[in-house]
């Protein structure tokens, strides 16, 4: 099993950026397909990003797609999720999760083993 901890979120003015990090308690990220989802209040679970374990394959919601940039660095066990040109309605808890099936990276929620406890982002307008 793997620990999955977010961190980087905050309060940003809409047209702002934040890095959001994912470090993994285990060398098997390595291997680990991952992604980011998000939820607003009241709100399902969305996907926004996800790579696959030699970040060969990316993905991308069609929301986000040209404004956020998802990496992973294998070395130092951690995720990252770029964000710029934020708006309102990216504001959200923003979820990291590790795929043990390592790739190609999945778009659904159930693809996914282990979850972060999640890092809030909030976007005024």
Known sequence: QVQLE?????????GGSLRLSCAASRRTFSSYAMGWFRQAPGKEREFVAAIS??????AYADSVKGRFTMSRDNAKNTLYLQMNSLKPEDTAVYYCAADRRGGPAGIRAYEYDYWGQGTQVTVSS
Do not use: C, D, H
């Open 53 to 58: 374990w030699n970040s060969g394959n990316t």
């Open 6 to 14: 977010e961190s980087g979120g905050g309060l940003v003015q809409a």
